[in-house]
């Protein structure tokens, strides 16, 4: 077996199941070494099990994107085994509770979607950035949605992807592709390639497995944008039909 400091080390957040477990297990298929981080320990073991019984070097990742010292100590954790991180996913979300009509939500269920769908990508992100650095080709991969396209949410697309009214979940999207595009120009000129991908309506437990795409096709996207080239682009949206509108 290829030592781990031989390996190209990705981190993929809230990949016990669904669209991350997928995409771990895409990375891990190309023979790099793949983080599974997760807050759930009897998940995320179970899944580190699936993945090497699966010819994957998995390895857990204790992460709850919502804390601060977790954040901290997944960092710790991957400088200690591998030295650095080639890549990072940002997958961990929820939707929150429903209905999500502006007029009749409670803003509790706005601060609980924001803390892990944009804040947790933001702390994540910082905790990881000084082993990122360290990387000759390092790739950050933000997962978001179409509901967070405005054009989509708009109208001025004739599409069906603007999902249903939901102040919470969708404009939380919106907030992670603000956000995102702050990073990629702060860090525009560095080696550092940050993108977000839109997976499509993949059937998880975050739609009640409503949605028409396997696991496996939501991950595409994300796998792709970890692989890019060194001269590839960084601050863009793409889904697997191109790039999204914003």
């Known amino acids: 077996m290829v030592p781990m400091s031989e390996r190209t080390i990705a981190l993929v957040t809230g990949a016990n199941k669904g669209i991350g477990y997928e995409i771990a297990a895409g990375l ?3 023979g790099w070494s793949v983080g599974i981080g997760a807050r759930d320990d009897q998940r ?3 899944a580190v099990e699936r ?11 204790p992460l709850d994107v919502t804390d601060d010292a977790s954040a901290t100590a997944a960092a710790r954790l991957i400088e200690d ?8 996913v940002n997958n961990a979300g929820i939707a929150g509770a429903m209905p999500q009509e502006p007029t009749r939500i409670d803003p509790a269920t706005i601060r609980t979607v924001v803390e892990t769908n944009v804040i947790g990508v933001i702390r994540v992100t910082n905790a990881m950035m ?3 650095r360290r990387s000759a080709s390092p790739r950050i991969v933000n997962m978001s949605s179409a509901v967070g396209s405005l054009t989509r949410q708009s109208g001025r697309a004739a599409d069906e992807t603007a999902g249903p009214v939901a102040v919470a979940y969708a ?15 702060e860090l525009r000129g560095t080696n550092i390639l940050v ?4 997976p499509g309506y993949v059937a998880t437990d975050l739609n009640g497995f409503h949605g028409v795409r396997t696991p496996e096709q939501g991950a595409a996207i994300a796998v792709k944008l970890a692989t890019l080239p060194d001269d590839g682009p960084t601050g863009r949206f ?7 509108p914003w």
């Open 51 to 61: 993945l090497r019984a699966a010819g994957v070097d998995a390895f857990e990742v």
């Open 81 to 88: 085994q591998a030295g650095r991180l080639d890549v990072l």
């Open 28 to 30: 891990g298929a190309l």
């Open 171 to 185: 404009p939380s999207k919106t907030f992670l592709n603000a956000v995102t595009l702050q990073y990629a120009r």
């Open 238 to 244: 793409f889904e697997d039909a191109g790039e999204v």
């Open 130 to 132: 000084p082993l990122l």
């Open 44 to 46: 995320r073991k179970d």
């Open 195 to 198: 993108n977000l991908a839109c």
